[in-house]
Every structure is written in structure tokens, then in C-alpha cells.
T-cell receptor, first 115, second 112 residues
Framework: EAGVTQFPSHSVIEKGQTVTLRCDPI?????LYWYRRVMGKEIKFLLH????????ESGMPNNRFLAERTGGTYSTLKVQPAELEDSGVYFC?????????????FGSGTRLTVV | DQQVKQNSPSLSVQEGRISILNCDYT??????FLWYKKYPAEGPTFLIS???IKDKNEDGRFTVFLNKSAKHLSLHIVPSQPGDSAVYFC???????????WGAGTKLIIKP
């Protein structure tokens, strides 16, 4: 089966610009998660979708970040306007309901660099 | 405040010897503890886990030990192999939500 796909794999943007990250979960996985790792630090939770609904967005850093999952399939994470501290690796993961915490499958991540 | 801590940024071990990676946590409400392995340019992959009601779980060369009184867990890899060179993350969760709380990772280097 295809894994969790994220693109782009890398993005370099200037401060103040907008970037949109995309995640395609494993087909049939209702749960989709976004995490972020800032250079060398711990991976931090951003938010959790169940199908198209935001179940928990307590980790979203501020209102410059907007996540959507229209139709309950792929998800996008938009950063607008980007700031230097938004640099990091953004990971997406998906799982089947009832499979937590063992069933997470992660994508390879998007490395975002804001200059 | 960091609820899960991995205090060793890196660890170097001779091939064939035992690797011991450590993790401390502060939240006594955690129900599950997991270890993930991460290669460069890849996402974390699940390695082994332990429930808070157990003190040991073993899977092949990998064993995780949990000391609840000390709020400490460790991952033992024996014997260590070159392919084990990676960053290892400790993560924890509770039944009340679907978040994983992560440590900062330990880079394990296996020397030939």
C-alpha cells in the first residue's frame, strides 16, 4: 500500500511569503496529524483531523497557520505570512481510528526554510 | 515545559555491543511509551512500545524497560548493528487525547 506522501519535500521562502504544504494520508485512514520539528528539538504536535473535522488544534502556534482537510482526504497546511521561526521539518502522519498510538504512519516530511 | 526528555543528544557504540538509550518523563498520566527510529530525510518509524502497566517489552534485539517510580524508560539494542545508526525518539501518550509527546531525540552511531 502507498505510504503517507508529503510535498514538497523542501521549500525555501522569504519572510512574509505564503507557503502551502500538502499531505496525502494512507487511503482509508480517517485520522491525520500534523507535527513539526524545529532544528534539533523535539517533535511537536500541531493538530489532528478526524475525516474533515479538526479534532484537536491545540498545538497550532498562531493564526498564521491554517490547516484544512476538505473531503476528508488530503490535507494542506498553509503558513501566511511566514516568519523565520517557522523554519523546521513538518511531518504528517495518518492512522486508522482505534489504532492509536501504535498505528501512526509518518510521511517523510517537508523541510521549510524561511529566509 | 518539556514533558519528555532525552538528555543525550548523541551516543556512539561499538558494533556488536549493547546500545542503551534513555528517556525521562514528568507526566504520570501517560499510558503508553513508544520508541521511534528516524533515518535522514525520512519520517519516524515505529520501533517498539510499552504500556504503563508493564515494566518490560521485548522484540528481537530491542527491549524497552519502564521504571514508573523513577519516570524513566530505556531502550536496549543488543547486539548493535551498523543499520541501527539513526536518531531515536522517545514519545508518550495518554488515552485522553491522540497527541504524541516527543523527546528531542538521540543520535545513535554504531562504529564498525
Amino acid at each position: 500500500e502507498a505510504g503517507v506522501t508529503q510535498f514538497p519535500s523542501h521549500s525555501v521562502i522569504e519572510k512574509g511569503q505564503t507557503v502551502t504544504l500538502r499531505c496525502d494520508p494512507i487511503s482509508g485512514h480517517d485520522n491525520l496529524y500534523w507535527y513539526r520539528r524545529v532544528m534539533g528539538k523535539e517533535i511537536k504536535f500541531l493538530l489532528h483531523f478526524v475525516k474533515e473535522s479538526k479534532q484537536d488544534e491545540s498545538g497550532m502556534p498562531n493564526n498564521r497557520f491554517l490547516a484544512e482537510r476538505t473531503g476528508g482526504t488530503y490535507s494542506t497546511l498553509k503558513v501566511q505570512p511566514a516568519e523565520l521561526e517557522d523554519s523546521g521539518v513538518y511531518f504528517c502522519a495518518s492512522s486508522v481510528t482505534g489504532d492509536f498510538p501504535y498505528g501512526y504512519t509518518f510521511g517523510s516530511g517537508t523541510r521549510l526554510t524561511v529566509v | 515545559d518539556q514533558q519528555v526528555k532525552q538528555n543525550s543528544p548523541s551516543l556512539s557504540v561499538q558494533e556488536g555491543r549493547i546500545s542503551i538509550l534513555n528517556c525521562d518523563y514528568t507526566n504520570s498520566m501517560f499510558d503508553y511509551f513508544l520508541w521511534y527510529k528516524k533515518y535522514p530525510a525520512e519520517g519516524p518509524t515505529f520501533l517498539i512500545s510499552i504500556s504503563s502497566i508493564k515494566d518490560k517489552n521485548e522484540d528481537g534485539r530491542f527491549t524497552v524497560f519502564l521504571n514508573k517510580s523513577a519516570k524513566h524508560l530505556s531502550l536496549h539494542i543488543v547486539p548493535s548493528q551498523p543499520g541501527d545508526s539513526a536518531v531515536y525518539f522517545c514519545a508518550a501518550s495518554s488515552d485522553s487525547n491522540y497527541q504524541l509527546i516527543w523527546g528531542a531525540g538521540t543520535k545513535l552511531i554504531i562504529k564498525p
